[in-house]
């Protein structure tokens, strides 16, 4: 028992990983609104990046920039000092696809409303049945 | 990582979401999904990613808001859930 939850405790960062990922998914299927859809989605994204991101911190570590860079002369870089920065660069490129990714979503929804001039999905749907 | 604060921000970021796809007023909600960006932002910073973190604070938490804010004004602020 004991056991268990010290395995739950000690994982934290990744059940708050899950939880906002159920979140986004939640939203995006059982939220009606556009806009809300989207949010979840959102979140969604922000979900995965900090899974990613918790997989490169190591305990003790420090920000991945090496101590002595500019100096003159070179110096042993012990790995296991600094945090893995390779997740955080991958990171780096999902941010701003994200952001992309939003702006064509928020383009589409506009373009929804102008047609049906609502954004709630079952009007959509009763709009669209009705022709 | 200092586990407290981790502990603090990630409960904000939690509260944060649920309060961004709970309220009515899509306004708010876009505001509310500003606060959480920026609460990443922190968290990530909190992290050590600092790359990741400063990236977030501007492209997450400012042009995502300023989209989302232009997207409701242009549109509609009710929403139904």
Known sequence: ?131 | MIWQLDIIILSFVVICGIAAITVRDLLGAAILFGAYSFMMCLLWAEMGAVDVAFTEASVGAGVSTVLFVAAVFRTSRRSKD
């Open chain 1, 1 to 131: 028992m004991n056991e268990i939850a010290s395995f739950i405790i000690a994982k934290y960062n990744y059940w708050i990983y899950i939880v906002l990922m159920m979140i986004g998914l939640y939203a995006m299927i059982v939220k009606n609104n556009l806009v809300k859809k989207i949010i979840g989605m959102n979140i969604f994204q922000t979900a995965i990046i900090l899974f990613y991101v918790s997989i490169g911190t190591k305990r003790g570590a420090t920000i991945p920039i090496i101590y002595h860079g500019h100096g003159d002369g070179s110096h042993a870089v012990h790995a296991t000092d600094y945090i893995n920065p390779l997740p955080h660069v991958l990171m780096l490129t999902a941010i701003v696809v994200s952001v992309a990714t939003l702006g064509v979503a928020l383009a589409i929804a506009l373009k929804v409303y102008r047609r049906y001039n609502t954004l709630e999905e079952d009007e959509i749907f009763t709009q669209i049945r009705r022709k």
